[in-house]
C-alpha cells in the first residue's frame, strides 16, 4: 500500500515547527528517522493531514553528558548514541540495550527520541527509560514541560505528547553508585525483530558486598513497559547467581502476557524468568568489577 496524499513542511527552526504542528484542523505528524512513522503511513495505519521534517533542526542533534543526565536530542540516530563513549560511561545500560535495536542501517537513520514516542511496548529504549525513572522533554508554541518516563506510557503505541507538540530531549540518569551495574537480554526469534521477551536490569552492592537490591523492565509482556522492583527477592544475598531463582520466580508470578503468534503465556512468563537471572548476573557481575577497580 502507499500513504494517503497529505502536506509536507521542513522547517528552519523549532519555532517554525511547532508553529506547522500547531496548525488548526490540521493531524500532524513528526518525521525525524522515520523508521517507525512511514511503515505505518504506507500501511494506512496512521493518515496524518500533515508531516512535519524536522531534518534540519541541527540544534537537536546531540548527544550530551550534563548534571548527572544523559541528554539525547530529537535528531540524534541510534548509532550516534550507541557510538558515544561519554554516554556510554555515564549510563553503559543505552549501550547495552542499543546493540539489540533492529539491525545497523536501521540505527544509523532511526532515532531514539522517535523511538520512545512511537511507545512500542517491544522496543527497548521505552523500557530503558523506564528503569531508569528518565525524563522526556517536550515543546509546543505555549512553552515546555517535562513528562516522567512512569507517565509517558499510556498504552500500545500511546504516549503523552499531545497534538501540537514535539519530543526535543529524553534525559537519561547517569548510573549512580560505585557498587551499581546493568544488564540487558532479550529473545527474538530472529535477531533484529521484535523481542518476544527482554529484560533491562540494574543491581547495587552494600558495603559488605551483599546484594543491596535490583529492579528489572520488561519488555513485550504488556500494552506498556513494566517495571518491578526485585529487591525482596535478591537484597542480602551473596552477589553470584545463586541468588537469582527467586527473583526469576517473581518475574514469574507477576505477568499475565497477552498470548499472540510468536508466544504462548507460559512461554512469555518463562522467558521472563529466566531473562530476569541473565541480566542480573550481567549487572552484577557490572557492579563487582566496579567495586573492586
Excluded at 500532524?28 to 512535519?52: F, H, I, N, T
Excluded at 558515544?84 to 533492529?102: E, N
Excluded at 509546543?140 to 514541560?145: K, L, N, Q, V
Excluded at 547467581?241 to 512469555?268: G, N, V
Amino acid at each position: 500500500m502507499k500513504p494517503r496524499s497529505l502536506g509536507y513542511a521542513r522547517p528552519e527552526t523549532v519555532a517554525e515547527a511547532l508553529a506547522a504542528l500547531a496548525a488548526p484542523d490540521v493531524e500532524a505528524k513528526v518525521l525525524a528517522g522515520g523508521q517507525s512513522l512511514v511503515p505505518l503511513m504506507s500501511m494506512r495505519l496512521a493518515a496524518p493531514d500533515l508531516v512535519v521534517d524536522i531534518n534540519r533542526l541541527a540544534d537537536l542533534s546531540y548527544v550530551q553528558v550534563a548534571d548527572g543526565q544523559v541528554r539525547v536530542g530529537a535528531l540524534a540516530r541510534h548509532a550516534e548514541v550507541l557510538a558515544s563513549p561519554a554516554a556510554a560511561v555515564a549510563q553503559p545500560l543505552l549501550r547495552k540495550a542499543l546493540r539489540f535495536v533492529a539491525h545497523p542501517a536501521i540505527r544509523n537513520r532511526g532515532t531514539t527520541v522517535g523511538s520512545i514516542v512511537h511507545a512500542d511496548p517491544a522496543g527497548e529504549m521505552p523500557a530503558v527509560l523506564v528503569l531508569l525513572s528518565g525524563t522526556v522533554r517536550v515543546a509546543s508554541s505555549a512553552g515546555e514541560r517535562s513528562i516522567p518516563a512512569g507517565e509517558f506510557f499510556l498504552g500500545p503505541l500511546e504516549s503523552a505528547v499531545q497534538p501540537g507538540e514535539l519530543a526535543t530531549e529524553v534525559q537519561f540518569p547517569a548510573l549512580a553508585g560505585q557498587a551499581a551495574g546493568t544488564g540487558f537480554t532479550e529473545v527474538s526469534r530472529r535477531r533484529g525483530d521484535y523481542a518476544v521477551c527482554g529484560v533491562a536490569a540494574i543491581a547495587w552492592l552494600r558495603a559488605d558486598g551483599r546484594i543491596g537490591g535490583a529492579k528489572a523492565a520488561f519488555l513485550s509482556m504488556g500494552p506498556r513497559p513494566a517495571v518491578l522492583d526485585l529487591t525482596e527477592a535478591v537484597e542480602g544475598a551473596a552477589a553470584d547467581s545463586k541468588s537469582f531463582p527467586a527473583a526469576a520466580r517473581l518475574a514469574r508470578d507477576r505477568f499475565k502476557p497477552t498470548p499472540d503468534i510468536h508466544a504462548t503465556e507460559s512461554y512469555r512468563r518463562q522467558l521472563a524468568g529466566v531473562l530476569t537471572e541473565r541480566a542480573l548476573t550481567e549487572a552484577l557481575t557490572d557492579a563487582r568489577e566496579a567495586v573492586t577497580g
